[in-house]
């Protein structure tokens, strides 16, 4: 089957439809009067035979087309090369790192005496955000390159690890969602493997291992490690004010990032780990205006990922922001590890986090037969297995119908009477229909067993009381979730819930127990301090849906405008 990203490419672009289109549009030929406007933006130079333009791992700095002669794309490991395309004349380097500025995966070198444009990557950005065509041709041929690179695993990280552990299925998430190409060696399946675990002195114990850049060995790394190891986060100024700091790289703030950067403000989003927040773990988003065919979580948060930076954000991975400094302006948010990230206005969009099973052993199986999202990663661990879904919600439906796919029979878990009040009709409908869909009402999971992967289950029917023992090796929760709101440790007025209280929901007793300042009164989402705004699931009130998020985050920018002008 094609690839989404290919195949939404080919429904929004007619031309796309041209069978051969997929290399024309990787590698396209820009025109002479295309060329002089990138001309415009760069300068002309001569390049000998065999100068390397770029080196792998070099930050992204400067893109190049070529007028005459030719630019090897090399793919290395180790000291083998392996040309993997030809830029010729009219065409150009670069892929999705050109945006993200990001280190390169490939060499670049010339395989003859060349004349090529040099363009800094600071005016690329410029270009694609003043020129839409050529911006159009440019974004294309770097997110298929992207893809074209994920398919053959180029960038030599390679992740050695077993499809019962919890740091591998993370880690695989976090590479997958930030888009970066890896190589997976599955320790149960590859014999092979202990040679290279060898080479590397790398103790069984150490798992899961990832080789980063083919060099360095990181064992059972945080996601921060390996955003610090990858780069992904090189050349971001974090001492800089923002006009605006983002919190969280959901839908709801992404949405908040492509407006503001696109409206012209600085703009800076902290992510705890990878862009695509709840959203990024669903299989498949049928409700989302604009896609009748349905999107995964996945594409469409890296769309949103690189629609935000082609405009500018600056996205940093895998920094939790820890406390908020409320008590002067400009705001200080502490993260991670790094300098306190100043900021003007905030958008806090930290949504929520999976609601967990109240069982004494869960941490033992989690990533290890329980599970908080069904994403095909997910789903290769139990294809023609016996799986569970607990929750009767949106998102349990979908998880259902997903696994429904690729499952022997999918036991869908509920306390309640029926689905009827808690998921919409189109995936009642779908449930019912299914032959592998089994639907048990006033059912609770209250047991978990198994050695170092789930091995069986209990579950409670609560008005027979029967307790059954399933040998069932795969759960996935779907309960809701609780708000991410307590690293604002006391700074904005939240509600009984704990979700964050905005605007028109403001009682003058929250206003006056936060001495809040100012003679208007809060705007629209914002919170009970001035110039910080909460949109999406993390908001009280919030409906709990990814346009609704989107349409937040995208109505908060307009507030951010007018306290800037304050
Ligand atoms: C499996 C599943 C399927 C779903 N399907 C649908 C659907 O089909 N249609 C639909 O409309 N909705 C669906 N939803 C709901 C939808 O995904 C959410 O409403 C939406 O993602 C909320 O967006 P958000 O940006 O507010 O928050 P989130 O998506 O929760 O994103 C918040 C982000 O903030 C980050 N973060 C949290 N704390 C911090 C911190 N301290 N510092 C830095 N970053 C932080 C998180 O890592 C996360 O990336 C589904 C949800 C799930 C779980």
Known sequence: MADPLVREIAMTDPAALNPASPAEHMFPVLTPVQQARIAAHGRVRQVQFGETLVEPNDHARSFFVVITGHLNIVRTSGTDEEVVAVSAPGTFTGELNMLSGRRALVRVRAGEPSEVIEVDREQLLSLVQTD??????????????????????????????????????????????????????????????????????????????????????LRNPANHQIANCLGFNEGIDQTQPRDLVIVGAGPAGLAAAVYGASEGLSVLVLESSSPGGQAGSSSKIENYLGFPWGISGQDLA???????????????????????????????????????????????????????????????????????????????????????????????????VFLAETARHVYMLVRSNGLADSMSRYLIRRIEESPTIELRKHTELTALEGSDHLERVQWRDSQTGRVETRNIGHVFAMTGAVPNAHWLDGCVALDAKGFIKTGPDLSPDDLAAAHWPLARAPYLLETTLPGVFAVGDVRGGNIKRVASAVGEGSIAVAFVHQVLKE
């Open 132 to 217: 839409s065509e050529l911006s159009d041709i440019l974004m294309r041929a770097f997110i298929l390159r992207r893809l074209e690179l994920i398919a053959r695993g180029v960038g030599e990280v390679v992740l050695i690890g077993s499809t019962h552990s919890l740091g591998t299925l993370r880690i695989k998430e976090f590479l997958t969602r930030n888009g970066h190409p890896y190589s997976y060696i599955d320790l149960d399946r590859d014999a092979s493997v202990q040679d290279l675990l060898d080479r590397f002195n790398v103790a069984v114990t150490d798992l899961p291992v990832l080789i980063c850049r083919g060099q360095v060995v």
């Open 302 to 400: 890296g769309r949103a990922y690189t629609q935000a930076q082609k405009f500018g954000a600056q996205v940093l991975i895998a920094k939790d922001a820890k406390r908020l400094a409320c008590d002067r302006r400009p705001y200080a948010i502490e993260i991670d590890d790094g300098p306190r990230v100043s900021a003007r206005t905030i958008v806090i969009a930290t949504g929520a986090q999976y609601r967990k099973l109240p069982l004494e052993n869960l941490s033992q199986f989690e990533g290890a037969g329980v599970y908080y999202g069904a994403t095909h990663l997910e789903s290769q661990s139990c294809g023609g297995e016996e799986v569970i879904v607990v929750g009767g919600g949106n998102s349990a439906g979908q998880a259902a």
